[in-house]
């Protein structure tokens, strides 16, 4: 069965710092692997998909690395600013099944 | 539509009730997902539909919990006689494919269910 940890569960940063987020799953046998943003009270919005072929994305200030076969993924945040104070949860696609595995989430602050 | 919308946004119940859920995909996505988010967790799979079948229920924790997608496009998560434990937001998501090709999938903003 596929597991998800996102450790720590939550972190302060003062603005300005570059941050990673780490994310580290148990069966390396994954399609692809999604970060999402969760502000409080509302959905997810999705921010990077790795598909399992890939090393890595990036999207604005924002990159995702994937190691497979370790097991593990990192959401680098460049500049974080308080506007990115949020939880940030990975999610992994395991199998021709199409469900998602998520983490716990890690819940950012940033603080002006 | 432009994004996955869900109906209602909160829903208040008391204990045995009967209630409904709707999720509207983004047009288009023929694979539809429900998941449950407890408070403190990450969400959990509930149940995956591509078109109009339901191609995994492997999430649905008892028989009280049922969807139905009729049309393939708008899709109702049904929950008999509730419970206090129900309590959660039930997200839906959609993705322009599912199976084993399977890509981005895009979340609603979810219904927070409270069974008193």
């Known amino acids: 069965k596929q597991e998800v940890t996102q450790i720590p569960a939550a972190l302060s940063v003062p603005e300005g710092e570059n941050l990673v987020l780490n994310c580290s799953f148990t069966d390396s046998a994954i399609y692809n692997l999604q970060w999402f943003r969760q502000d409080p009270g509302k959905g997810l919005t999705s921010l990077l998909l790795i598909q399992s072929s890939q090393r890595e994305q990036t999207s604005g200030r924002l990159n995702a690395s994937l190691d497979k076969s370790s097991g593990r993924s990192t959401l680098y945040i460049a500049a974080s600013q308080p506007g990115d104070s949020a939880t940030y949860l990975c999610?992994?696609?395991?199998?021709?099944?199409?469900?998602?595995?998520f983490g716990k989430g890690i819940t950012l602050s940033v603080r002006p | 539509g432009a994004g996955v919308s869900q109906t209602p946004s909160n829903k208040v119940t008391e204990k045995g009730k009967y209630v409904e859920l709707r999720c509207d995909p983004i047009s288009g996505h023929t694979a539809l997902y429900w998941y449950r988010q407890s408070l403190g967790q990450g969400p959990e799979f509930l149940i995956y539909f591509q078109g109009t079948g339901a191609a995994d229920d492997s999430g649905l924790p008892n028989d009280r919990f049922f969807a139905v997608r009729p049309e393939g496009s708008v899709s109702t998560l049904k929950i008999q006689r509730t419970e206090r434990g129900d309590s959660a937001v039930y997200l839906c998501?959609?993705?322009?494919?599912?199976?084993?090709?399977?890509?981005?999938?895009?979340f609603g903003p979810g219904t927070r269910l409270t069974v008193l």
């Open positions: 998501a959609s993705s322009e494919v599912g199976g084993a090709i399977g890509n981005e999938q895009f």
């Open positions: 999610a992994v696609r395991t199998g021709a099944n199409s469900k998602l595995t």
